[in-house]
């Protein structure tokens, strides 16, 4: 049921492993649906040319040397002991066969620092041998599947250029939870067209679903996307602040609290990023939401022992 507290990921880690992790981003060399011509070649109308993986490592790199990379870059955050998250980022991550899968996924979870391997992907992307694959997987360390749903509205889907129905996101939803593999749903707020109560009704939808985890992100706009161009023409007006933290906290009131809450606002490369500006400042818009978390009195981590 809804209520007035959240789940971050940070208490649930250290609920769960003892500890807080950090995602290192890892780019298996992926390919999308949306990007090699199968559903089209411009990828969705937000994503940049890095396929939502702009902070991770090249693809030359071998999973071991990626890890390494990623943990230099994080290294003045974390103790010399640290555990970590293997996040499989760029592009659609279960996009091939799965004997091409496997070597990547079990050299990354095999790693004796990693806790959890995470991997991005649509669900139109999974079939039969990956979902066995991922079943498998999930017997040595914990596997969380991210599916970027964004939406639920059809007419929001099609302008995005998403590539899939909600009867498909729900399939796979179904087959990854009948393997008990976590589920973490993506969604954007900010979609152009979309009101408060088309944004809300997609956040009451995933309320009532068998999901595990949820991002929210707000609406990027990205240099060299159709979205950027829409922006320049004036048919994009990107949220306010202010907005967006509001509708934020509308979605912590709906969703359920023992939900693990995985972001709440999200980054856009400094060197892509149109707009909304305001975003960049990363510290002002963290503390301007935690400052109206407490005011909404909605509290964090209330049920939950860290």
């Not at 990623?70 to 760029?90: C, E, L, N, S, T």
Request: hydrophobic share 40%.
């Amino acid at each position: 049921m809804p209520s007035n507290s959240y789940y971050s990921l940070n208490d649930y880690c250290r609920k769960t492993f003892g500890r807080k992790l950090y995602k290192l981003s890892l780019n298996g060399g992926m390919s999308c649906p949306n990007r090699d011509g199968t559903l089209g070649s411009r990828g969705c109308i937000f994503c940049s040319a890095g396929g939502s993986g702009d902070f991770a490592a090249p693809a030359s790199l071998s999973i071991t040397q990626q890890i390494e990379a990623a943990r230099q870059r994080v290294a003045g955050k974390m103790p010399h002991d640290g555990k970590y998250i293997a996040y499989f980022q760029a592009y659609t991550n279960t996009y091939a066969p799965a004997r091409l899968l496997r070597p990547m996924f079990f050299e990354a979870i095999r790693h004796p620092d990693i806790e959890v391997l995470s991997i991005a992907t649509r669900p139109d992307c999974l079939p039969q041998d990956v979902l066995e694959l991922l079943e498998e997987l999930a017997r040595i360390k914990p596997v969380w599947v991210e599916l970027g749903l964004q939406t639920i509205h059809s007419r929001s889907a099609s302008y995005i250029r998403r590539g899939y129905d909600l009867n498909c996101f729900e399939e796979a939803l179904q087959h990854l939870r009948e393997r008990k593999i976590s589920v973490i749903t993506h969604v954007i707020l900010g979609l152009p067209g979309e009101t408060d109560e088309d944004m809300m009704a997609t956040i009451d939808y995933l309320a009532h679903s068998d999901i595990q985890g949820i991002k929210l992100q707000l609406l990027h706009v990205l240099r060299g996307t159709d979205l950027a161009d829409a922006y320049e023409a004036g048919h994009v007006i990107p949220l306010e602040m202010d907005h967006y933290l509001d509708l934020v906290c509308r979605c912590l009131r709906r969703l359920p609290s023992d939900l693990v809450i995985h972001r709440l606002t999200g980054d856009g490369p400094r060197s892509l990023l149109l707009a909304p500006l305001w975003s960049l400042d990363k510290k002002k818009v963290w503390n301007t939401l935690q400052a109206k978390i407490r005011s909404e009195n909605i509290v964090q981590g209330q049920d939950f022992v860290p």
